[in-house]
């Protein structure tokens, strides 16, 4: 009893790395700063012009060999870092949170300001780690984000300002499940099993705040016994959710049977301080008239969404938001 108490030991022990981690890598993000825009005054006000990263790599390497990260290329990120975030004072906060690969993967794979904010912060709300965060960049989350929910008639500040943990993690219109590897052919069952088998990629694609409770849930209805594909909890959402999964187009009658899972979550599973449960019929491809046409009366909390077996175009995508952006600029 006695041996299990001294635990404590080890996690005060860890505690203290993290902390030191933490502060150890605040302080390279802030010298790389410091740097580029030591190094970008000086080009900017000397003979060297576009030389001074080759002038100073060389200078490190032959006077500081033992010091590394300032190859000619790590001084040209240190440069371009400074210039991009150097009046903004959203990202400066945000910056020392990540370490140098997380901040260089949303430098090198974002367009705009409003999508540099977006990576940061979810990044840092999710602490999301290099794999994770390039996941999210090639997946395009920001672009499928702001397209989801309705997003798609608000601008980026209208989004983030009636957020207050902007951004949060919600049901997205479109999930991109490419990382399942699936056969041409296949079955509900294999889609189900491959999303078990790779539940941890999952789980980074729904959100991180989702816990996986079980997949084939039982619950039951008079003499009747029905499965639910896969069911999990929701921090965010402080409610149960299912997922119910489709081969096809989405078909009308699916929603009655969800919201008869839904009925059945509320009344014998769901907690007194639980919010109503929430469903997701996910679906190969949805007609979006048919889907307003099922939900226009529907008051159970079932939302349907695309599943993508392949990553998305990033230039259809991208496209698209700069037409929304386009009709909301002109309103």
Not at 74 to 95: C, G, H, S, W
Not at 136 to 142: F, T
Not at 207 to 216: A, L, M, R, V, Y
Request: hydrophobic share 35%; aromatic share 12%.
């Amino acid at each position: 009893m006695l041996d299990t108490s001294f635990n404590k030991i080890i996690e005060l022990i860890e505690n203290r790395k993290n902390n030191a981690y933490r502060k150890v890598n605040e302080e390279m993000i802030l010298l790389y700063l410091d740097v580029g825009k030591y190094l970008f005054e000086l080009q900017r006000d000397s003979k060297y012009g576009d030389k001074i990263t080759t002038k100073a790599s060389e200078f490190m390497k032959k006077n500081y060999p033992n010091i590394r990260g300032f190859t000619k290329r790590n001084i040209e990120r240190m440069v371009q870092f400074y210039k991009i975030y150097k009046d903004d004072k959203i990202a400066t906060p945000l910056l020392t949170q990540l370490c140098w690969s997380s901040n260089m993967l949303i430098l090198s794979n974002t367009k705009t300001k409003e999508e540099r904010h977006f990576y940061l912060k979810l990044a840092v709300k999710e602490n999301y780690s290099v794999r994770e965060l390039n996941r999210q960049l090639q997946s395009l989350y920001y672009q499928r984000y702001m397209l989801s929910d309705g997003n798609s008639s608000k601008s980026v500040t209208e989004i983030i300002n009636e957020e207050n943990d902007f951004p949060n993690t919600r049901i997205l219109d479109t999930y991109s499940l490419e990382f399942l590897d699936l056969p041409n052919e296949f079955s509900e069952k294999d889609l189900k099993t491959s999303i078990i088998k790779n539940l941890k990629d999952f789980i980074l694609e729904i959100g991180k705040d989702f816990t996986f409770i079980s997949d084939e849930y039982r619950v039951q209805v008079g003499n009747h016994d029905y499965f639910i594909d896969l069911l999990f909890y929701s921090r965010q959402l402080s409610c149960l959710v299912a997922f119910e999964l489709k081969l096809g187009e989405f078909m009308p009658e699916y929603i009655g049977k969800m919201n008869l899972y839904l009925e059945a979550l509320d009344r014998d599973v769901k907690r007194e301080n639980e919010n109503p449960s929430v469903g997701i019929i996910l679906c190969s491809s949805k007609d979006k008239d048919v889907v307003e046409y099922s939900m226009s009366k529907n008051i159970s909390q079932t939302m349907i969404s695309e599943y993508k077996l392949k990553l998305i175009d990033k230039k259809l995508l991208e496209n698209k938001l700069k037409e929304v952006k386009k009709i909301i600029e002109n309103k």
